[in-house]
């Protein structure tokens, strides 16, 4: 349904005939809104013409929060119109069918030449567009140069994919460091050791004021995306209320430069701490505007560096900060590639075998092949992948559309996430997957609900994060052991415990904390699999020395925990 103002604005951008015959035609995936690297940077505006397809099949797929849909489609309208001004023009369709049917048509109906994209982040926009490939599309593949690191800088790290292969991060991202130089001298880390991680983890009490982070009240382009979701993805999970995120370039590098400066000189050592009354703390909220391309995380591991080596933020916030982009960020997407979005890994739904991803060098051109094979005819490409290494399979309950649990960790990061469509890295980690993993709730469940209810979520970066790092389903291909804990560490890192109706430092017994009795049963359910595991050495010590009795009551607690949250009804997607 095209949109009456922004449809007016952008429809005198339209190419003319003369145009689609002499101009460079560039397919801009949704969330590669940039004009500062690839294919938008080597031939001047009036050279160039651009494709952008507001897909509703895409945006269906999922019941993806609104505010994704509103911070995507508005910086997708809104990066029409800044190419526009520059003179670029501008092919803006709607469709009802997927990006690659939409585009196929298109291609045909304008009589546009192949195609120019960079080789597509998502498993399932690449997926798409091979298979309108197959059926006419015709496009000219170029190397992703928004990612701060190649194919080959992963390969060169572990080798080829392997079934079994254990990788650790550690490993990439002392690699990164090396061949950026970014905080190097002479070839050694700045301050002596890579990770100043063990500095980074102190609970948060008001020891310095947290600053107020910009906002950015919609204007009317926004304003009209917002009354579009509300009347076509209104039954999607979230709220569309407060909206204020970028939709700008210039919003976007605002967002940036205030996270820079106010929030990045004080991230390192409050990065784990949990607040009820302030969310963000000290963390940047940047993946969502960097997972659309609109700000690239060399500049800001560029800018981090040049602002510690100015002695503006200090060397342990810097290297966490750079840690996560350099490191866990493309570590991530390069194993999500390599793993087929973990469709590799023993356990999951069984595929075709295919190719792994090949470089394709910087030096080649955009008649290089892609190197993505369509699945086999037999398996079903979009299935997701399955893995569960800890055998979990419970569904995952209410307390995560938002239904009261009475556990007031879970109640107000899942209030926020139905807010915001976003809560800190530690929340994701050792609130809502924790319980997850506690509980045995399936890992598929747990991914896909993270999916569609983050603003930053992408199958590269979700179900890596989710089935990897954060339920250990691939059986420690990404994490060395499960991220699991009992109340005591909640409490110790958050302000959440004292004022919920359970007592975090009591296992049994009435207002008992379900997380402590979960945990130890978590451990005795999985000691098959993990007790042999060096890091798992200390608890299952202490679970040993537990009396039988004990055992009996804390199997009773936790029974009592899951019987509790799977009591209520969860809403229908
Ligand atoms: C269960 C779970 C699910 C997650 N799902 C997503 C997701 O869908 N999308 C997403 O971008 N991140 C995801 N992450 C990683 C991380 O939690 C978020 O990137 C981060 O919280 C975003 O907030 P921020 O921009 O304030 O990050 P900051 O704390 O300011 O960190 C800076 C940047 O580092 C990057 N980063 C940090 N950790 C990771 C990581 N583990 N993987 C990839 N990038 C990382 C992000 O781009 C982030 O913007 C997930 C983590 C967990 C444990
Ligand atoms: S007491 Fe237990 S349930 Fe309550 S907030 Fe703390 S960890 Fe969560």
Redesign the pocket.
């Known amino acids: 349904m095209p949109q009456p103002a922004f449809a007016r604005l952008i429809e005198p951008h339209r190419p003319s005939a003369a145009d689609i015959l002499e101009r460079r035609w560039i397919y801009i995936p949704y969330d590669r809104y940039t004009d500062r690297t690839g294919p938008l940077t080597e031939q001047t505006a009036g050279q160039t013409g651009i494709v952008i397809v507001e897909s509703t099949a895409k945006a269906l797929r999922r019941p993806y929060h609104k505010k994704k849909l509103i911070v995507l489609i508005s910086n997708m309208r809104h990066f029409a119109l800044e190419q526009a001004a520059r003179g670029v023009k501008v092919l803006y369709h709607f469709s009802p069918e997927s990006h690659g049917q939409a585009l196929r048509k298109l291609q045909a109906e304008q009589k546009l030449p192949p195609l120019t994209v960079m080789v597509p982040a998502e498993r399932e926009l690449r997926l798409d567009l091979a298979s309108a490939e197959a059926a006419g599309l015709q496009l000219r593949y170029v190397p992703d140069t928004t990612w701060a690191s190649t194919t080959r800088d992963f390969l060169d790290t572990y080798g080829a994919y392997k079934t079994g292969k254990s990788y650790v991060m550690d490993r990439f991202y002392r690699r990164m460091r090396q061949n950026s130089g970014v905080l190097m001298a002479n070839a050694k880390p700045i301050g002596g050791q890579f990770s100043f991680d063990a500095e980074n983890r102190n609970p948060y009490k008001g020891q310095i004021p947290i600053p107020d982070p910009p906002s950015f009240p919609p204007d009317a382009i926004t304003e009209e995306v917002i009354a579009l979701v509300e009347a076509t993805y209104g039954h999607h999970f979230g709220t569309s209320a407060n909206f204020a995120l970028p939709c700008t370039q210039a919003d976007c590098d605002r967002m940036w430069k205030f996270?820079l400066e106010h929030?990045l000189p004080t991230?390192g050592p409050y990065?784990d701490a949990m607040r009820d009354d302030h969310a963000?703390l000290f963390?940047?909220?940047?993946?969502?505007i960097?997972?659309l391309g609109r700000i690239l995380?060399i500049d800001l591991i560029h800018d981090v560096e040049a602002a510690a080596q100015a002695g503006q933020i200090p060397l342990a916030s810097a290297e966490g900060?750079i840690r996560?982009?350099l490191g866990?960020?493309e570590?991530?997407?390069h194993l999500h590639e390599q793993t087929d979005g973990y469709r590799l890994l023993a356990g999951s739904i069984p595929q075709e075998p295919r190719k792994v991803v090949q470089e394709v060098s910087p030096n080649q051109t955009e008649q290089a092949a892609h190197a993505y094979d369509l699945p086999g005819a037999n398996a079903d490409p979009y299935a997701g992948a399955t893995p569960s290494a800890l055998g979990a399979s419970l569904p995952l309950p209410a307390v995560y559309w938002g239904v009261k649990s009475g556990l007031y960790c879970m109640d107000t990061v899942v209030a926020e996430v139905v807010d915001e469509g976003?809560?800190?890295?530690i929340t994701?980690?050792m609130v809502?997957?924790n319980l997850a993993n506690l509980c045995g709730f399936s890992p598929r469940e747990?991914t896909d609900w993270?999916?569609f209810a983050?603003v930053?979520?992408?199958d590269w970066?979700?179900e890596?994060?989710?089935l990897g790092?954060?339920t250990y389903a691939d059986g420690g291909l990404t994490a060395t052991k499960p991220y699991v804990s009992g109340a005591a560490y909640i409490n110790r890192m958050s302000n959440f415990c004292g004022k919920c109706q359970y007592d975090p430092k009591k296992a049994l017994g009435p207002g008992s904390c379900p997380f402590t009795s979960l945990y130890w049963t978590f451990l005795e359910r999985n000691e098959a699999v993990l007790s042999g595991n060096f890091r798992m050495q200390m608890p299952y010590n202490t679970l040993r020395k537990k009396k039988p009795d004990e055992l009996v009551q804390l199997r009773a607690r936790a029974e009592e925990a899951i019987a509790h949250l799977q009591s209520f009804p969860r809403p229908e997607y």
């Open positions: 996270a929030l991230f990065e963000q963390h940047s909220k940047t993946s969502v960097l997972n995380a900060f996560q982009l866990w960020r570590f991530m997407r976003w809560s800190h890295h994701r980690l809502l997957s747990l993270f999916w983050y930053d979520a992408y970066v979700v890596t994060n989710v790092m954060a």
